[in-house]
């Protein structure tokens, strides 16, 4: 069974930094996809970034140059380093998993995740 809990969010003013972590269990890395997501109040969630074989990753336009999404095997552990942050990065950010045909790459990186962290609040003030 695979079990995310996210940590690391927080207050920080815009420019500022921070890095999220997801602690994990029960994924086979580099076969899962792996990402993060976020939801602000009154917004769907959306992708934030993902993560899969051989450390291919994908990025939300919003967040490219700014982001950087990381697996640590070795920890059970993935990362978003958050940099120059803006006051619309403020959101719930949700740590996610899913299991593919095959392994993580290309259109996998997309379209519906199922298993889900219970997020961590990140607010950016201006």
């Known amino acids: 069974q695979v079990q995310l809990v996210e940590s690391g969010g927080g207050s920080v003013e815009a420019g500022g930094s921070l890095r999220l972590s997801c602690a994990s269990s029960?994924?086979?890395?580099?076969?899962?996809?792996m990402g993060w997501f976020r939801q602000a109040p009154g917004k769907e969630r959306e992708r934030v970034a993902t993560i899969g074989l051989l450390g291919s990753t994908t990025y939300a336009d919003s967040v490219k140059g700014r982001f950087t999404i990381s697996l640590d095997n070795a920890k059970n552990t993935l990362y978003l380093q958050m940099n120059s942050l803006k006051p619309e990065d403020t959101a719930t950010y949700y740590c996610?998993?899913?299991?593919?045909?095959?392994?993580?790459?290309?259109?996998?990186?997309?379209?519906?995740?199922?298993?889900w962290g219970q997020g961590t609040q990140v607010t950016v003030s201006s």
């Open positions: 029960g994924v086979i890395y580099s076969r899962d996809c």
């Open positions: 996610a998993a899913k299991r593919v045909p095959g392994y993580c790459s290309g259109g996998y990186h997309y379209g519906p995740y199922n298993y």
